[in-house]
Structure formats: structure tokens, C-alpha cells
Nanobody, 122 residues
Framework: QVQLVESGGGLVQAGGSLRLSCAAS????????MGWFRQAPGKEREFVST????????YYADSVKGRFTVSRDNAKNTVYLQMNSLKPEDTAVYYC???????????????WGQGTQVTVSS
């Protein structure tokens, strides 16, 4: 069982940056791939980024590639999402998720956080 708590969301102007954190409970954090997803009002939840259990592998949605960076610190049971050059279309609730499969589909993740709101003003 893994419990996930996101933090770091907020209101930022276009072009600004935010760093999201996702703290995980449990001693098996390092065995999970970790994903970031987001959901804007009226839209389906969509993939943003994922990182393998070791951190050696990362993958990004085309919409955030070159602007967002995912990383993890297994000693701290935490995964991060550094978001730069933010755009109004990045506005959404951001969720972290843990799973045993490293992929971009929602179904590949078993545990989800409660989400953190990111709002980018123009």
C-alpha cells in the first residue's frame, strides 16, 4: 500500500515556474514507477510525465517536453515535477501516481494522490 500527497501547486503568471512534490509513504517507494497526470475542468485526466523506479528512465507528453522535468529522490520517498515556461493551458489539477509499470496510461498506476491545483494566468 502506498499513500501519496502532492504539494507545491499555486497561482503563477505565464512564463513562470512551479515545482510540485509528491511524498509517498511506505518502504517500497523505490520499487514503483511514478507518474504525473493532470486534469483540466471539463477534460479527461491526461498523462504528463513518468519516471522509472531507478530514475534512469523518464518520458514526457509532447505538450510539456522541454519545459517540465521529472525527478525522484528514493531516500526521501519523493518525486518532483519542475515546471518551467508555464502556459495558461497548463492550468489543471496535477496528480501523482505510483505503479509497477512504467507507462503513460492511467490504468498502469495503482495508487493516486489527491491532487494539487496549478493555475497559470495570462
Amino acid at each position: 500500500q502506498v499513500q501519496l500527497v502532492e504539494s507545491g501547486g499555486g497561482l503563477v503568471q505565464a512564463g513562470g515556474s512551479l515545482r510540485l512534490s509528491c511524498a509517498a509513504s511506505g518502504r517500497t517507494f523505490s520499487s514503483y514507477a511514478m507518474g504525473w497526470f493532470r486534469q483540466a475542468p471539463g477534460k479527461e485526466r491526461e498523462f504528463v510525465s513518468t519516471i522509472s523506479w531507478s530514475g534512469a528512465g523518464t518520458y514526457y507528453a509532447d505538450s510539456v517536453k522541454g519545459r517540465f522535468t521529472v525527478s525522484r529522490d528514493n531516500a526521501k520517498n519523493t518525486v518532483y515535477l519542475q515546471m518551467n515556461s508555464l502556459k495558461p493551458e497548463d492550468t489543471a489539477v496535477y496528480y501523482c501516481a505510483a505503479g509497477h509499470r512504467y507507462g503513460s496510461s492511467l490504468g498502469e498506476y495503482d495508487y493516486w494522490g489527491q491532487g494539487t491545483q496549478v493555475t497559470v494566468s495570462s
